[in-house]
């Protein structure tokens, strides 16, 4: 069996774990508004493997919300990887691939995980896929972090040039960002904009909770996001095959989790908690073959490939 190392790379953080060592290392996120991503992404894979002193490996698995969209980049991110891990082999596919291996055990039906985005990925076991949203912060990603959070803020903004009902949110935006005067104007110029705003969605998440009308149509937009995502792709793989709902926000006993449940349940739709994450789930990809339900799906840079 190959030593493998698994990333799993979004907006809020990349993770690495080895396959042969105990422990994950984690450093900042990227995002596609930092320049020249491939080597963002790499820099950042490149000092959590200094900082996590990993031996060599035999194979790396990615699995990123930045990944590159066209071979020619991903070949490129494919030889940096290699040459800084010593791997043979760099697999790169989108972060929606490697959750879906998590959440379902690396089997066909339908993931949806919630964290800054929304990635939501229905394959058959033909490995015939289909990804429904996941466009993004500025195109979609609807009811996942940002969008809660952007709306959140929006809300407090609203509330406070006079157009917009009062909400606790206007407190809780004032302690999570250091203060109210020029919100909008820091938040636009703050580093990482968009995973400083999807930051407040908890505060969101917890204002819902204690019963604040604004924080809970938010959080009811949300879940009925989350909902209509995952029964379009239920509808296209089957209606029996299973669908797991996974990631930060969606976890098990958040209200966002529950609110979901309901209108699956609403709808006869059934569901499970993921099996496991997105950093297991390249880890159990890159332990197995290539030849697998998601080969469509994965970019393959061998080290003979380059040469």
Request: net charge negative; proline share 3%.
């Amino acid at each position: 069996m190959p030593t493998v190392l698994g990333v799993d790379g979004g907006q809020s953080g990349i993770r690495l774990k080895s396959s042969a060592q105990p422990g994950t290392v984690e450093v900042d996120g990227v995002s596609r508004l930092e320049g020249d991503t491939v080597r963002s992404v790499f820099n950042a894979i490149a000092s959590a493997w200094k900082h996590g002193h990993f031996a060599p490996v035999d194979r790396v698995v990615l699995g990123l919300t930045t990944s590159p969209a066209d071979a020619a980049s991903a070949s490129r991110l494919g030889a940096l990887i290699g040459a800084t891990t010593g791997a043979r082999e760099v697999w790169i596919a989108d972060d929606t691939v490697t959750s879906h291996a998590g959440a379902l055990s690396a089997e066909a039906g339908v993931s949806l995980i919630t964290g800054t985005g929304v990635g939501c990925l229905a394959l058959k076991d033909s490995g015939e896929s289909r990804v429904i949203d996941g466009h993004g912060y500025l195109l979609g990603d609807a009811g996942g972090g940002f969008w809660i959070g952007s709306r959140g803020v929006s809300a407090v903004l609203k509330q406070l040039d006079g157009r917009g009902e009062t909400t606790i949110l206007t407190e809780r935006a004032e302690n999570q960002f250091a203060g109210l005067n020029n919100l909008a104007a820091r938040l636009h110029s703050v580093h990482r904009p968009v995973n400083r705003i999807s930051q407040f969605a908890r505060d969101v998440l917890t204002a819902a909770v204690e019963g604040d009308a604004v924080a809970n149509a938010i959080v009811n937009d949300a879940a009925r996001e989350l909902f209509d995502t995952a029964r379009v792709g239920l509808h296209w793989v089957g209606q029996d095959a299973p669908l797991a709902l996974g990631g930060k926000l969606l976890g098990p006993n958040t209200v966002l989790f529950a609110r979901v449940v309901e209108l699956l349940a609403a709808d006869g739709l059934s569901f499970r908690p993921a099996d496991a994450s997105a950093l297991d789930g390249a880890l159990l990809l890159g332990e197995g073959e290539a030849d697998n339900i998601y080969r469509e799906l994965i970019h393959v840079w061998k080290e003979e490939s380059a040469s």
